[in-house]
């Protein structure tokens, strides 16, 4: 079986097309990168021919050193994707001295992964310490997300409470709350290590007036971290001003003790 019908491929063109249609992958808006593990690698490419190799721009973590990702290109469309995978994806090991990734399938056209891989990486080392089965890194531009974010203050308890509050599927979601990052340059360093760090305590790190960052398990944790943000972000700007009938403090402790959740201290009084 080639590595074009592989269940990973499959999965990133699904759900990529999915996010454009839901709005929120506007032109070449969103990356994903998902971390492979050897042996389905071996699967595809028993002999590891490297295309070429290409930079990484920074050191990365030695968690990530020799790991393989099937990541988004940067500048491509993620409506596209479903179509042209070979063009729009590609899947990389990252070097032994982490200073650039050997290109195995894909970026056809010359091309190379996201812009925001510092990011990616990062964050893919940052939940790999707290929890070794995270395989997903997802950014989007949910359009709720980015309103309520420009709307209140760059806060994660804020944001985590105002989640809350809106929502009682929300903090049976993410109990551990949302991290929230203030408006930076994108694309750089900098901006992946903040994410990174945040990712050491959350799934999800929202980039004010940008965007949003899940982490996953799964193609599905993510993407399901990440749709119950941007649905409560919408009922929360659509009631903006209006809300009579905000959730309880007891509600929310009550969905606490019902799922045995440890939620994040400090949102709600107890
Ligand atoms: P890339 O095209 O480099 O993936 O960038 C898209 C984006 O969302 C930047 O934050
Ligand atoms: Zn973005």
């Known amino acids: 079986m080639k590595f074009i019908d592989s269940k990973f491929v499959k999965e990133i063109s699904e759900i990529t097309n999915n996010m454009y249609h839901q709005g929120w992958d506007e032109r070449n808006g969103g990356n994903i990168s998902y971390m492979i593990d050897e042996e389905y690698v071996k699967e595809y490419f028993p002999r590891e021919d490297f295309i070429r190799n290409i930079d990484l721009g920074f050191e990365a973590d030695e968690i990530v050193r020799e790991k393989y990702f099937l990541v988004t290109g940067t500048g491509k469309y993620f409506k596209n994707i479903i179509a042209d995978p070979e063009t729009n994806l590609g899947l990389v090991k990252i070097a032994k001295?982490?200073?650039?990734?050997?290109?195995?399938?894909?970026?056809?056209d010359e091309g190379r992964f996201t812009s925001e891989f510092p990011a990616h990486l990062m964050s893919h080392a940052a939940r790999l310490k707290v929890n070794p089965s995270n395989r997903v890194i997802m950014h989007t531009h949910p359009t709720y997300t980015i309103c309520m974010g420009a709307c209140i203050p760059v806060d994660d308890i804020v944001f985590t409470r105002k989640l809350w509050k809106s929502n009682t599927e929300a903090v049976v979601v993410?109990?551990?709350?949302?991290?929230?990052?203030?408006?930076?340059?994108?694309?750089?360093?900098?901006?992946?290590?903040?994410?990174?760090?945040?990712?050491?305590?959350?799934?999800l790190v929202s980039w004010t007036n940008h965007g949003i960052y899940g982490a996953g398990n799964t193609i599905d944790e993510a993407f399901?971290?990440?749709?119950?943000?941007?649905?409560?972000?919408?009922?929360?700007?659509?009631?903006?001003?209006?809300?009579?009938?905000?959730?309880?403090?007891?509600?929310i402790l009550?969905?606490?003790?019902?799922?045995?959740?440890?939620?994040?201290?400090?949102?709600?009084?107890?």
Do not use: Q
């Not at 001295?97 to 056809?108: P, Q, R, S, V």
């Not at 990440?226 to 700007?237: P, S």
């Open 254 to 270: 009550g969905l606490a003790r019902l799922w045995k959740l440890r939620i994040k201290p400090g949102v709600i009084d107890e």
């Open 224 to 251: 399901g971290l990440i749709e119950t943000v941007e649905k409560t972000a919408e009922i929360y700007m659509i009631t903006l001003g209006h809300v009579i009938n905000e959730i309880p403090d007891e509600v």
């Open 174 to 203: 993410f109990p551990e709350g949302i991290g929230v990052l203030p408006c930076m340059v994108c694309g750089t360093n900098e901006i992946g290590e903040a994410t990174a760090k945040k990712m050491e305590e959350y799934r």
């Open 97 to 108: 001295d982490g200073k650039k990734a050997h290109l195995l399938w894909g970026f056809k």
